[in-house]
């Protein structure tokens, strides 16, 4: 933001988040809205409002094929 007191308003606004929302889903939230280079009230608002905080991020890396007929394997594209 060009004016710093503008930064000092979106500071105060996200810290009032954890009144709302609690300290642990604004950690988290914080969290995520880094993650995805997002660094302002409105990202972090948004993941709060729709429980993006809550979301476990690892739950999809263990995923397995399951077995099908019609799946063909890594060796089909070899």
Same mark, same amino acid.
């Given at each position: ?10 500071? #105060?606004?996200?810290?009032? #988040? ?5 300290? *642990?889903?604004? *950690? ?18 948004? @993941?709060?409002?729709? !429980?993006?905080?809550?979301? *476990?991020? !690892?739950? *999809?890396? =263990? ?6 007929? =019609? @799946?063909? !394997? !890594?060796?089909?594209?070899?």
């Amino acid at each position: 933001k060009q004016h710093p007191e503008q930064s000092y308003k979106s500071c #105060l606004g996200v810290l009032h #988040l954890a009144k709302k929302y609690g300290r *642990d889903r604004l *950690d988290s939230a914080c969290r995520r809205a880094t993650e995805y280079g997002a660094y302002n009230y409105n990202m972090v608002e948004r @993941i709060l409002k729709k !429980g993006w905080d809550k979301l *476990d991020e !690892g739950a *999809d890396d =263990n995923l397995e094929m399951p077995e099908h007929q =019609n @799946i063909r !394997g !890594g060796k089909y594209y070899e």
